[in-house]
């Protein structure tokens, strides 16, 4: 008998079903199951109260957009194998499940590693428990695969990572700028010499796709209270490293990958609550103010604040907002007398000058 899994997805206004038993096993998994206790978006529900969805619902939603993308790809001729489709599938499903708690927030401080880094090694430990069943997997993740256009599904300028979290980020955060096209955009993906392109007629949804980025980062990822949440936090977890307070502090050895494996948005706040009582003034009153949302004031500028006062209560930094990197593979446009060219070229409304704008924001935090 086929096991099955079904679970109920409101972004998708649907049922997502799972009938792979090698996906079901993997979704089973603890490294998988601490997901459920990893927030999608760190902090940014002390600005938006509804974003309190997980890295968990992200990578089903993930799995779920990467099954449509294989099937339409699939009914336009592309020949993919049932054993590539599980890779795709898995090496999606585990794109993310190197994250430390809060997301990208802690990264810098609890480990020294990317968390790219740390998903590989991951998805390495579950292959061999697994008696090899991710291989590929692992493959395509690291583009080592000869199919390249499955590893542009995984990670590129149009992958479906960022099209689930778009979609899912918008919705949680009642923020509509992100609200793509997504069920457009799958069903005009297409595969030429071997590269992700989008067909003709969905350069409009590609457009957009490419905006609702932009608009998304300085909306949510980049709002200047989400900033001040995130550095109160770094600055918590920096002055307990240095009383030597931390329990969180890893090397990439095999147990401690297994520790880092157990630690994960829970543990970080009962020890920041814990820490409201420490001698230590500094801890103490940055924690008090994390956990009753007294955050630092922000200010942005274009221009670097010089001279400015640092300390744990203070402190600057900058921003960068690139909707689009030339330095990686452009996302590409079909057309019926098969041609192909770069969004660059195919846009009448997104120009390079356009596209390769970084904006860069300072910003410097101090206490209200």
């Keep these: 008998m086929i096991k099955r899994k079904i679970i109920n997805d409101p972004v998708y206004d649907g049922f997502l079903s799972i009938e792979d038993p090698v996906i079901l096993q993997v979704i089973e998994h603890p490294y998988f199951q601490r997901q459920r206790r990893i927030k999608q978006l760190g902090l940014t529900y002390l600005v938006y109260p509804g974003a309190m969805h997980t890295r968990f619902s992200h990578m089903l939603g993930a799995l779920n957009l990467m099954g449509r993308a294989l099937e339409v790809l699939k009914l336009k001729g592309v020949e993919i194998t049932d054993e590539e489709c599980r890779g795709a599938k898995l090496a999606i499903l585990l794109h993310d499940i190197g994250h430390g708690p809060f ?78 096209g997504t069920d457009r955009i799958i069903s005009m993906l297409n595969v030429h010499d071997d590269e992700l392109v989008i067909d003709e007629k969905g350069i409009y949804s ?56 157990e630690v994960d948005d829970d543990d970080i706040m009962v020890a920041v609550k814990h820490w409201q009582h420490s001698d230590d003034e500094i801890l103490s009153t940055l924690c008090r103010n994390l956990v009753n949302r007294r955050l630092p004031a922000i200010r942005f500028s274009n221009e670097p604040f010089e001279g400015a006062e640092c300390d744990y209560f203070h402190g600057t930094g900058e921003l960068h907002n690139r909707s689009y990197d030339f330095n990686d593979q452009e996302i590409k446009v079909l057309y019926k007398d098969g041609r192909c060219l770069p969004i660059s070229e195919a846009s009448d409304q997104l120009d390079r000058h356009f596209l390769e704008k970084q904006v860069t924001k300072y910003f410097y935090y101090h206490p209200k």
């Excluded at 927030?105 to 790219?116: A, G, I, M, Q, Y």
């Excluded at 291989?135 to 689930?164: C, E, G, P, W």
């Excluded at 977890?237 to 969180?248: D, I, M, P, T, V």
């Design 206 to 261: 590609v457009e957009k796709f490419i905006i609702s980025r932009r608009l998304m980062y300085w909306q949510v990822y980049m709002h200047k209270t989400v900033i001040a949440a995130d550095q109160l936090l770094l600055n918590i977890l920096r002055r307990a490293k240095e009383l030597n307070l931390s329990a969180f502090s890893f090397q990439l050895s095999a147990f401690d990958l297994d520790r880092f494996a």
């Design 103 to 180: 997301s990208h927030t802690s990264e810098r401080v609890l480990v020294n590693v990317p968390h790219e880094e740390i998903t590989l090694l991951m998805m390495q430990r579950i292959n061999e428990e697994m008696g090899g069943a991710l291989k590929m997997a692992i493959a395509i993740f690291s583009n080592t695969y000869h199919k390249h256009f499955l590893h542009q599904l995984v990670s590129s300028q149009l992958d479906m990572d960022r099209l689930d979290y778009l979609g899912r980020d918008s919705f949680f955060t009642g923020v509509s700028e992100g609200i793509v």
